[in-house]
């Protein structure tokens, strides 16, 4: 799946695994290694950062797969053009979380057995109140923060959903075997 690609622009980063933020200069020659969740992973140099979907544009002559190509096309956590969805549903948060992904392991967040709790609770003006706790691979990873914050991006954008919060939490600690049968197909654990 990797592809060579050199960037037309200077390209706003993240660093894996530490979470920092950088800027890859613009003629910088980067294999693109994931695409899932909108955003893509590239190894550039001798190490790894995540591109943000609104600078994907940047590499040039690549072309992301169209919303609904493939089951691991990456997805904006919003209903599809002319899907009809209005009404709020649970079944859509646990859709829009399945949108995010560790940038390092082609699993969503559900499936690699992060999101531990899933709260929905009704607001006075009629919407909902989201609340997700979700943990993460290792303790010491700074992609936390980035991987939350898609989830509740993704969340908040859903139609009735008034506030969405995504808190990191590390009791129980993740194991492997929290990874579900889906998951495990995917990294060929079975």
Same mark, same amino acid.
């Given at each position: 799946?990797?592809?060579?690609?050199?960037?037309?622009?200077?390209?706003?980063?993240?660093?894996? !695994?530490?979470?920092?933020?950088?800027?890859? !200069?613009?003629?910088?020659?980067?294999?693109?290694?994931?695409?899932?969740?909108?955003?893509?992973?590239?190894?550039?140099?001798?190490?790894? *950062?995540?591109?943000?979907?609104? %600078?994907?544009?940047?590499?040039?002559?690549?072309?992301?797969? %169209?919303?609904?190509?493939?089951?691991?096309?990456?997805?904006?956590?919003?209903?599809?053009?002319?899907?009809?969805?209005?009404?709020?549903?649970?079944?859509?948060?646990?859709?829009?979380?399945?949108? *995010?992904?560790?940038?390092?392991?082609?699993?969503?967040?559900?499936?690699?057995?992060?999101?531990?709790?899933?709260?929905?609770?009704?607001?006075?003006?009629?919407?909902?109140?989201?609340?997700?706790?979700?943990?993460?691979?290792?303790?010491?990873?700074?992609?936390?923060p980035v991987i939350a914050?898609?989830?509740?991006?993704?969340?908040?954008?859903?139609?009735?959903?008034?506030?969405?919060?995504?808190?990191?939490?590390?009791?129980?600690?993740?194991?492997?075997?929290?990874?579900?049968?889906?998951?495990?197909?995917?990294?060929?654990?079975?």
């Amino acid at each position: 799946m990797s592809s060579k690609h050199t960037l037309s622009k200077d390209t706003p980063g993240t660093l894996i !695994p530490d979470g920092q933020p950088t800027t890859l !200069p613009a003629g910088t020659t980067v294999i693109v290694t994931q695409t899932l969740g909108g955003s893509i992973t590239v190894r550039a140099g001798a190490g790894l *950062c995540r591109i943000a979907r609104e %600078h994907v544009g940047h590499l040039e002559g690549f072309v992301p797969m %169209h919303e609904g190509a493939s089951p691991s096309t990456a997805s904006t956590g919003s209903p599809p053009a002319g899907s009809g969805q209005t009404a709020f549903s649970e079944n859509a948060v646990w859709d829009a979380l399945k949108t *995010c992904y560790d940038p390092e392991i082609p699993v969503n967040i559900v499936d690699l057995g992060l999101v531990y709790d899933l709260s929905v609770e009704p607001t006075p003006a009629g919407g909902r109140q989201i609340e997700v706790k979700m943990t993460l691979t290792a303790p010491g990873c700074g992609m936390g923060p980035v991987i939350a914050e898609d989830a509740r991006a993704r969340i908040a954008a859903l139609p009735g959903v008034e506030s969405a919060r995504v808190h990191i939490v590390w009791d129980p600690a993740w194991t492997p075997q929290m990874i579900s049968d889906d998951g495990r197909k995917v990294l060929g654990l079975e």
